[in-house]
């Protein structure tokens, strides 16, 4: 069983940057499908980025040209770059890694993630 320690949230003005990390305690290089999600209060959890063994990307419409996921297969960490943020990337965000049910690797197949980390918090205000 995986363990994902995510870091890197904070509080930053619109338009602002910052870099989230997530350390696995197992090798991440062949695992077939990693993610990052968010949840802002009073609202569903949902895809942001998910990047598959090969290194393939998908993105939600809203950070498409402002978020990008990546991996370092050294380090066993998942990252997500986040650049112009906007008051409404607010949330908690989460990793997760591989698929129960052997679904897509896609940011709308949320539910189907079977290890997930405790959450990070990332605010920015207008």
């Known amino acids: 069983q995986v363990q994902l320690v995510e870091s890197g949230g904070g509080s930053v003005q619109a338009g602002g940057s910052l870099r989230l990390s997530c350390a696995a305690s197992?090798?991440?290089?062949?695992?077939?499908?990693m993610g990052w999600f968010r949840q802002a209060p009073g609202k569903e959890r949902e895809g942001v980025a998910t990047i598959r063994s090969d290194r393939s990307t998908s993105y939600e419409d809203s950070v498409k040209g402002r978020f990008i996921i990546s991996k370092d297969n050294v380090k066993n960490t998942l990252y997500l770059q986040m650049d112009e943020l906007r008051p409404e990337d607010t949330a908690m965000y989460y990793c997760a890694a591989d698929l129960k049910y052997g679904g897509p690797c896609s940011v709308s197949n949320w539910a189907d993630f079977l290890y997930w980390g405790q959450g990070t918090q990332v605010t920015v205000s207008s």
């Open positions: 197992e090798f991440i290089s062949k695992r077939y499908c």
